[in-house]
């Protein structure tokens, strides 16, 4: 099943835990990650990177071998839908365990990597970068 809906599905499905939030162990919330969603040549795809760090897209392009990137829009991704391909950053599959918030966001759920790996088969590559600090361009002056 590789597709988004294989994810959804893992989630959905996962035994490893499924706890309330802040239940789940310390030393596994670092390994929390999101779903971003990127149009590639005109196709959402998605792209799991660690929860702290954002999308290089002029990487996963790359990665891709796609000609044209951008971030989607809320409207032209609506839940689980079939794609081609699904892409993890490889800090994600170094680590045993990705942590998802739920639908709820009063619930986080832990699958294994290896588990999801078997099962959707992901594009893994090095595309996740640090959050850009944007505070400078509301700064008023650098008095401040």
Request: aromatic residues 6%; glycine residues 6%.
């Amino acid at each position: 099943m590789t597709n988004t809906h294989a994810i959804h599905e893992l989630l959905r499905t996962s035994q490893l835990r499924r706890d309330a939030a802040g239940s789940l162990d310390r030393h596994i919330l670092h390994e929390r990650a999101k779903i971003v969603v990127c149009v590639v040549d005109g196709t959402p795809v998605p792209a799991l990177v660690p929860a702290s760090l954002g999308v290089n897209l002029e990487r996963l392009l790359d990665l891709a071998g796609a000609k044209a990137i951008r971030l989607a829009h809320d409207d032209e991704w609506l839940g689980p839908r079939d794609a081609e391909r699904i892409f993890a950053d490889v800090r994600l599959a170094a680590g045993h365990t990705m942590v998802f918030t739920t639908n709820t966001s009063s619930e986080t759920m832990a699958i294994r990597w290896s588990d999801f790996a078997r099962s959707a088969r992901p594009v893994v590559g090095d595309f996740a970068e640090p959050l850009r600090d944007r505070v400078g361009a509301y700064r008023l002056s650098y008095r401040e």
